[in-house]
C-alpha cells in the first residue's frame, strides 16, 4: 500500500493516508488538494474493522512510531498490539477500522484508528490506556507515539475503507 501524507490547502500540516499509487492519480480521483510531505510505502500488518464497520467515519487519530526501533521494542509493541491493545479496541464502541503500518526500511509503524466520531476517538484512547500491561511486558520497550494526529472526516467515499 502507498501511503501519500498530505498538507491540506488551510490546514496546518493535517495529514490523511490514502490509497492511491501517486499524488496524479489521488487528484484524478478527486482526492483534495495539497502538497505531498511525505511518500512512503508502507506494508499492512494489521486491518481490523471495527464495531462500527459500517458506519460513516467522522473522526481519524494518526498515531507515528518513529524508526528505527530495535528487534526488542518491535517485538514488545506486536505483542502489546496482538495480545492487549487490538482486544481492546475491537470492543470499543464506535471503532470503524485499525490499520497497523509497517515502514520496513526505516523500522517505524503508523497505527490508523478510523472512529464514528470524535468522542469516539476519545474513548479508544481511554480503552487502551486503561489496559494493564501483561506479564512480561517492559514498559521501557513501550514508550508510546511519537506524533498523534487527530483529525474530522469531513467527507468519504463510500466502500474505500470496507
Known sequence: M???????????????PLRWSSARAAAAAGAPGGTVVRD??????????GPAASDVP???ALLDFDGPQGPARIAAARRAFHD??????GQTPGLVRVLVLWQPE?????????????????ALGKAVNATQLLPGED?????GPDRVAINQITAHRQGVLR
Not at 40 to 49: F, L
Not at 111 to 119: G, Q
Not at 139 to 143: D, F, I, K, M
Open 2 to 16: 502507498r501511503r501519500w501524507t498530505r498538507c491540506a490547502p488551510g490546514r496546518s500540516r493535517a495529514r490523511a
Open 40 to 49: 512512503e510505502i508502507y506494508q499492512v500488518e494489521e486491518d481490523i474493522p
Open 58 to 60: 467522522r473522526g481519524a
Open 84 to 89: 492487549r491493545i487490538g482486544p481492546a479496541l
Open 106 to 122: 526505516t523500522c517505524a509503524h503508523v497505527v490508523l484508528n478510523i472512529a464514528v466520531s470524535l468522542p469516539a476517538l476519545a
Open 139 to 143: 514498559p521501557a520497550l513501550l514508550p
